[in-house]
């Protein structure tokens, strides 16, 4: 191989992978629930938004993120198209949408569950597409 045609095959493969990460899936999916489409995980679980968040940051942590799981992020996962990754009190990454953190809730045991909307004097929403 010539040093042009190493050029170019490094290139082409660095396109490749900025494109992939550009047109990455959003990490929720759109499910059907009695009050309407939610946001939902991959597992077709609800996902929620908390009152108390602010500026991008959780509010809720120890026994609080035990009831409503973050909806993780992994360090390989790029934001884009109105979603973001914070970062956890612990570390942790977790996905945001339009800037509020996302959660699931431990309550809900099917999809389509929603048992978490309105929690806390109504501090949880679900969250909507």
């Known amino acids: 191989m010539t040093t042009s045609s190493i050029r170019l095959a490094l290139t082409l493969a660095a396109t490749l992978a900025l494109t992939s990460a550009a047109f990455a899936a959003p990490p929720t999916k759109t499910g059907k629930t009695d009050?309407?489409?939610v946001l939902t995980d991959a597992k077709g679980m609800s996902l929620y938004t908390f009152d108390k968040d602010m500026d991008?940051?959780?509010a809720c942590n120890g026994p609080c993120a035990t009831n409503w799981p973050a909806l993780k992020a992994e360090a390989s996962d790029a934001a884009g198209d109105g979603y973001t990754i914070i970062t956890r009190d612990d570390?942790?990454?977790q996905w945001a949408h339009k800037g509020k953190?996302?959660?699931t809730f431990a309550?809900?045991?099917k999809p389509g569950d929603v048992t978490g909307d309105g929690f806390l004097n109504g501090a949880w929403h679900l969250a909507m597409p």
Do not use: A, I, N, V
Request: positive net charge.
């Open 107 to 109: 309550k809900d045991t």
């Open 35 to 37: 009050k309407g489409s």
């Open 56 to 58: 991008g940051k959780s």
């Open 101 to 103: 953190p996302l959660y």
């Open 91 to 93: 570390g942790s990454k």
